[in-house]
């Protein structure tokens, strides 16, 4: 076979067509970038080469998770660089561009000599661990709801970044992000225990809202498509260690219909549909299937999931990104997580509908010869020694 450009790849693994070599998605934190930059591979970019090294130097010298907000906070600003182009750059097909428009960065200050950070939702969020926690949630009781306003992504600026990708890399896939109608609600705009007790005390409210971020969600999609997006990501996380975070009859009561109606909106767009849902899915793959979701990733095996038993009955019409587990690998030996790797493979990779991906963010903690050792096993099913 001819070889295919990224973009044909992914498509062509997606519905299940015949391809060139399993499609590869890289999901990488951006503390752990800079370490790759300082450590294993450099950037092409000189400006990220030269200050990554710095910030991840800055924050070992720190202590790590016990060093200063700024040490930690830093590394962040490589986000956007490290699951995009230098995603690229390790090898992967897939991209990943958000908007232009910093959902979670809107305004920065200091309050009691804590960095804080104003979202674009109304939220306030702090520095914990590596991430931008919110402290304190937009949406305060079940009256907010009705009227908390969502950001305005309607210029054609804020989709500039995704043109801009295109135009740099023609034959890569592009993944432009936008949110679900349950995770960013439950978890970014409000407090969980909050939003799952309105479940039953305000339904229509709920409902109410959840529709209405649905479709600022499906604006986005269609207007990142039309900016050169050829995949666009659903984040929304359903899913906790071997249980679902809700029950399936409030989800599919609550959160289903805007799921299918985002699905159906963006193929009509003429774009794919990446599902990123983290925790245990099996319960989930039959709906996902029924509302004709292209590709499901992450699929962790720590929350539960069964690759094997999941690709069996669903890999006919429901393509997984996953097959590299970051989670669990961090306590394999270097033979542990190649053989697993090769096995997930050959679940998936030879037959179709599968992208070898990481099964989570991978993090900064990861063993330096797993490291080496996960990116030499994938280059070598992309070589195709493993065919």
Known sequence: MRQ???????????KGLPFDRVPVMYYLNSHLACRLMADFFPARSRFWNTVAPRLWRR?????????????????????????GRYALELGADLAFQS????????????????????????SVRGIGGIYLDVIQPAIKDAGDLKNLPLPDLTAPKHYAPVRKLR???????????VFGAQDLFCSQLWEMSQFMLALYDHPDEVKDFQRRFADWSIDIARRGVEAGADVVLVYDDYGYTNRPLI??????????PHLKRLINAIHDAGALVMLHSCGYQMS???????????????????????????????????????????????????????????????????????????THMMQYTMPAQNIRTIFDTVREIQSGAHD
């Open 4 to 14: 295919m450009t990224s973009r044909e790849r992914v498509h062509a693994a997606a």
């Open 284 to 358: 989930f793959l039959e709906h996902y299937v029924e509302a004709g979701l292209d590709i499901l990733q992450s699929f962790q095996p720590k929350a539960g999931n069964d690759f094997e038993a999941a690709y069996a009955q669903y890999g006919d019409r429901l393509a997984f990104a996953t097959g590299i587990d970051v989670q669990q690998g961090e306590r394999m030996t270097p033979q542990e997580i190649r053989a697993d790797i090769l096995r997930n493979y050959c679940i998936g990779g030879r037959n179709g509908r599968h992208i070898l991906g990481m």
């Open 167 to 177: 135009k740099e890399h023609p034959g890569a896939s592009i993944l432009l992000e």
């Open 59 to 83: 924050f070992i010298e720190g202590g790590e998770l016990d060093a200063g907000e700024w040490a930690r906070a830093l590394p962040l600003l490589l986000t956007e660089y490290a699951d």
């Open 99 to 122: 908007t232009g428009l910093n959902l979670f960065a809107k305004r920065l200050y200091r309050e009691n000599g804590h960095i804080r950070i104003a979202d674009s939702f109304g």
């Open 247 to 256: 029950s399936m009859e409030m989800w599919l009561e609550f959160t289903y």
